[in-house]
């Protein structure tokens, strides 16, 4: 008699018995379900498993389609396999990186011995249709480490071999699609059919492989320019070549031989040369009103924006001691204390407060108060307090003086319509954010989002006594949040910094697993979990002992000579 187990399917909470060894596909098929969008994978008793996987025991499965986090990255990961696999079927000695989220899309750094044509472009397009046209199996293997690495060492995968290395674990998974293998981290699909949308550009001296739309998987996102964007990412890998620190490999190695301290003395000068050019061009700009005679409109503001966790916060008060170094007096006003009070803030799509929407800032008495000052007048700045949710007056005066600038910090300090009764001129805008330029291996990049999500885990529990559970939770409505508030506007800034560090992962993995491990798990967010945890493993911890006081990761690890 077949043996069969019973699978808790939480998306009809009907209960499925299947045969003992069933994959998710198979069991799928059985629910009886129609997913327009998918199955492209699904959480397994809360771990997000592909649709390969096969259950031997009783457990509870809830099917994720495209518009899930998941669900976008196992398809976005494929694409990257079969972008891969086209090109190496067309190119000889070809090579290739997943480099850059960029345009609603990804860059990928291409070398097929010389210059990227329009043809090639279009070439390797007709190859992925064909291999998806095709219904080629996407084949999962476990094998030994020692074996994988076997394998991609025969294959000329430095990265992945330098990766695997250091990884410490036992066994690895890698894909094969029609002969081509390679390694990916996390869930992929069955099959190269289930691609059913995408998108391939010639774009700067590379590629840009478009993806389906996360709010509607039915299009490809809209392909936006971001050329400022894309040139910080440019300039950090120059930084990166010139220290051999492209992938987690490099850093592993890095920190096994005992040189981490180099590195980061390096990035964090590097850093703050940034910050001092930013502050270079501030004064210049100053000085040049100023010179221009009464007629002028000086340069009063300066404003800085950056999502979540970005570090907006130091990057304001370092800024503001380069100022001084070049004589131009910095006022610091947080945008925090503008919010309306509690009960006028707007709500998100599940009830909770919307502290991301730019209309839970009073922008009236913002601009009144920015007019005034401008004008030569004395105001009272309001306070904020959270614990109240109400809106005070601070009993603080303020008067802008000539050879002072306010330096205003916020996540929606360049949307236009917060500043919309200020000249243009008046203003310089800054756009920050932990761009995570290192990558696992050459096919494997690093979200952003996983970067500043970590920071903020670490901030919320240090700082406000929020579990990692709870910031888990709150995480999708502070995304959705800055692609409606932030993103959309970051090319208007005058200049951008990157706060993220090559280094930093290894240090916030020492405080931020010990959290992630206090998600149970019997709660939806352990799925986010134990994701980030996998994703740590990967890398060395480094202790923070050669971070200086002034580091921006201090805001979020402690020990900052900054007061917050």
């Not at 600038?405 to 996540?411: D, M, N, P, T």
Request: net charge negative; hydrophobic share 35%; glycine share 6%.
């Amino acid at each position: 008699m077949e043996k069969t187990i019973i699978i808790r399917c939480k998306n009809n909470n009907q209960e499925i018995e299947v045969p003992v060894g069933s994959a998710l596909s198979d069991i799928y098929e059985r629910s009886g379900m129609t997913m327009e969008y998918g199955p492209v994978c699904a959480r397994v008793n809360n771990k997000v498993e592909g649709m390969h996987y096969r259950a031997y025991k009783h457990k509870d499965v809830e099917f994720l389609d495209m518009r899930s986090s998941s669900g976008s990255r196992a398809y976005t990961r494929t694409l990257f396999f079969v972008l891969c696999k086209a090109a190496h079927d067309l190119y000889d000695d070809c090579s290739l990186a997943i480099d850059i989220p960029v345009s609603n899309g990804y860059y990928v750094d291409i070398n097929i011995g010389r210059p990227v044509t329009l043809e090639d472009v279009g070439n390797i397009r007709r190859r992925m249709q064909e291999i998806i046209a095709a219904a080629m199996p996407i084949h999962r293997y476990e094998t030994t480490t020692e074996k994988a690495i076997e394998l991609f060492t025969r294959l000329g995968a430095k990265s992945k071999v330098k990766l695997l290395r250091s990884s410490g674990r036992l066994y690895t998974t890698y894909y094969d699609i029609d002969g081509y293998s390679d390694y990916y981290y996390g869930s992929m699909l069955t099959n190269t059919s289930e691609l059913y949308l995408f998108g391939l550009e010639k774009y700067f001296d590379g590629l840009l492989l478009r993806i389906p739309s996360a709010d509607h998987p039915g299009e490809l996102g809209e392909m936006t320019h971001q050329d400022k964007m894309f040139g910080i990412f440019k300039e950090h890998h120059r930084w990166q070549d010139i220290l051999g620190m492209r992938t987690v490999g490099d850093l592993n190695e890095t920190i096994a031989s005992g040189k981490s301290a180099l590195l980061i003395q390096v990035s964090e000068a590097l850093q703050e040369k940034r910050i001092a050019q930013i502050a270079d061009e501030i004064a210049r700009r100053t000085m040049i009103s100023s010179a221009l005679g009464s007629g002028s409109r000086p340069l009063r503001l300066v404003l800085i924006a950056g999502p979540s966790s970005s570090g907006k916060t130091t990057t304001c008060k370092r800024l503001s001691v380069q100022l001084l170094t070049n004589g131009v007096k910095p006022l610091n006003i947080s945008l925090d204390d503008y919010f309306v009070d509690r009960e006028q803030t707007p709500r998100d799509d599940k009830g909770d407060y919307d502290y991301e929407h730019l209309h839970a800032l009073n922008l009236e008495l913002f601009n009144q108060q920015l007019n005034a000052l401008f004008a030569g007048e004395e105001v009272e700045l309001p306070r904020y307090d959270f614990p109240t949710g109400r809106s005070t007056m601070s009993g603080k005066k303020l008067r802008l003086h000539d050879d002072e600038v306010l330096v205003v910090e916020g996540i929606h300090a360049l949307n236009p319509e917060l500043t919309s009764h200020i000249p243009a001129e008046q203003i310089f805008r800054i756009y920050a954010s932990a761009l995570t330029t290192i990558q696992l291996d050459s096919h494997n990049y690093i979200p952003t989002t996983d970067n500043r999500l970590l920071r903020r885990i670490i901030r919320d529990h240090k700082y406000r006594g929020v579990s990692a559970k709870e910031t888990i939770r709150r995480w999708p409505s502070v995304r959705a949040g800055e692609n409606r508030w932030i993103f959309p506007f970051q090319e208007n800034a005058d200049a951008m910094f990157n706060t993220a560090m090559l280094f930093e992962l290894a240090v916030i993995k020492s405080q931020a697993e010990p959290l992630l491990e206090q998600v149970r798990e019997d709660c939806p967010e352990y799925a986010e979990a134990y994701r980030l945890r996998k994703f740590l493993h990967y890398i060395l911890p480094l202790a923070d002992t050669d971070i200086p006081p002034t580091s921006l990761l201090r805001e979020f690890l402690g020990g900052s000579s900054f007061e917050y």
